[in-house]
């Protein structure tokens, strides 16, 4: 049997992997479950602090002590790490007194476990490569293989490469002695790295090795865990029906053993598994209710979901569980309730964010001073034999480097500056922390169409390159007044260009700005057509409300926005009169205090039906 550990910071680059894999192929965005397993031959069980303690106190030798305070450590790294911290140290200090070789690599072994178990990756490997060196050198084959497997465990979190080479030499020592329950945890861990590379059919055969593994040795804890993986590559697959017999399983066996962490997050994927069902439009799977209940269904395992999560402190959980609720509360139409769960997930992401930069830096300056330990290693060795050409070749590579280096910062530089000038800001430093696809839910903006009046028929009868300088002008004009009022320019089709107020960072006066833009360009075509001749002129369409923006795809990011919203401004534009701005009741509503309308007669609006739209005339 082995112990499982559920690892929030690996679920969280878990989550990450799988949605912008899910949202190209699927638009899924499901959480999923990693565990990592650390094999001391037993169940979980209530672990009796008061008997452990005893046998410290009663420890005959030294050794004996050293033993019993890491199984005090280990009995502490679910409960409380930093006590099992306080007691792995404890055993470290007195194993080196005592030139208790062995001791000394268990102490640091106990020690990374609880580093794990805190996140504290950077700590957790000097640790295990600390206990690595001592076990190597004793040729203890099982604890070697036990810190592979953890190295390649940890190293999967920050998607090092390194992660499976690790886990393969911990499964080829495994075998070498044997040790089926080793084995079954490399299959699992090994499951998890081959899906943060995206190879799905082998990430599948892994996990049910391990499952196999676990059925053999009737683990139940593993059993779930591996059955809630397998669910996962099927999500990915979109095979539904085998998602939900995989769910469910899972759930069934959590429920048996009260595993807390595992109902969490089977209750919650239970949850997300109907809600996306109901959005795939080409799956031809069929949920046995209706969308309403569906719905509902949905919402009650969410809730469920993220109840237990708060109550074990596991935020990386419920953050993920706050977006699909407000998902699936915007569609059964709370949308009250929809913005209050965005904006709790909002508020978990902020929190998990600032905490993976701080893990992040720490990991990469630990790999950093390994990399320089080795490095100098192999320089302390050629000394020996050849300083003088030593010297020289550390010259000549400290210039490539340098040389290296200048070009990388120039061509970084140059890939940034581009990316500023497609992209939003904010949007780009996301892409940049390689966050796609991206969506949000915007719940307000403001949204303007301009387009110009008898333009095709212009097209046709002038020089192309004429026409070309002709709209890269005007919409220059367009782009230095979206700026002044903080206006998104989102893009131009042909002779049409949009923009938007409020996106992708909200503005609470975002129906002011797109009016104000609206009412300058209106006054600029006087301008505009002593430049480019009388017969220009434009049709101006405005509406405010909820939209999705996002970027979506692999090449040519483009920032871009969708919605009833974006439909509606479209519409007020096409069936506008020229030189007017036209806008909806919605927007008019919002602005009629600083702006004057004219109403118009009741009119057909194409996909809309009837309704009553109004001309933006002035400010008051």
Known sequence: MFINIYCKDFLYCATNAYQRYSCMKHFLAIVLVFCFHICYCQQIVDVNVDSLNNNVENAGTAQDRVRALCDLSFAYYRVSPDSGLRYGFEALDLARKVSYENGVANAHKHIAINYIALSEYAKAIENLLAALAIFEKLEDKEQIASVYNKLGLVYSYNNDPKALSYCEKALHLYKSINDTNGIAQVYGNMGNVYFFLAKYSEALSAYKLALDQCKKQQDRYGMAQNIQNIAMVNTVNADYSEAFDNTKQALSINEQLNNLYGLAISKGNMGVLYLYVLKDSVTKFKLPVGRTQALQTAIQYLEESIKLSQKLGAIDIAQNFYKDLSEAESLIGNANNALKYYKRYNEY??????????????????????????????????????????????????????????????????????????????????????????ADYLPEVSVLFVDMVGFTKYTSETDPKKVVNMLNEIFTIFDDIAGKYKMEKIKTIGDCYMAVAGAPIAMQNHTEAAANMALEIKSMITSIRENFGDHIDFRVGLDCGPAIGGVLGKRKFVYDIWGDTVNTASRMESSGAAGEIHCTSNFKTATDKLFVFTARELMQIKSKGLMQTWLLIAKK
Do not use: M
């Not at 590579?397 to 040389?403: D, H, K, Q, S, T």
């Open 349 to 438: 992401k902020d929190s998990i964010y600032s905490r993976k930069n701080l893990q992040k830096i720490a990991y990469l300056e630990t790999e950093r001073d390994i990399y320089i330990k080795d490095k100098q290693i192999q320089i302390n060795e050629l000394k020996l034999e050849k300083r003088n050409s030593q010297i020289l070749l550390i010259s000549i590579a400290g210039i490539l480097v340098l040389l290296v280096l200048v070009v990388l910062f120039k061509e970084r530089r140059k890939s940034e500056r581009l990316l500023l000038n497609i992209l939003p800001t904010v949007i780009a430093a996301r892409l940049k922390n390689k966050e796609h696809p991206i």
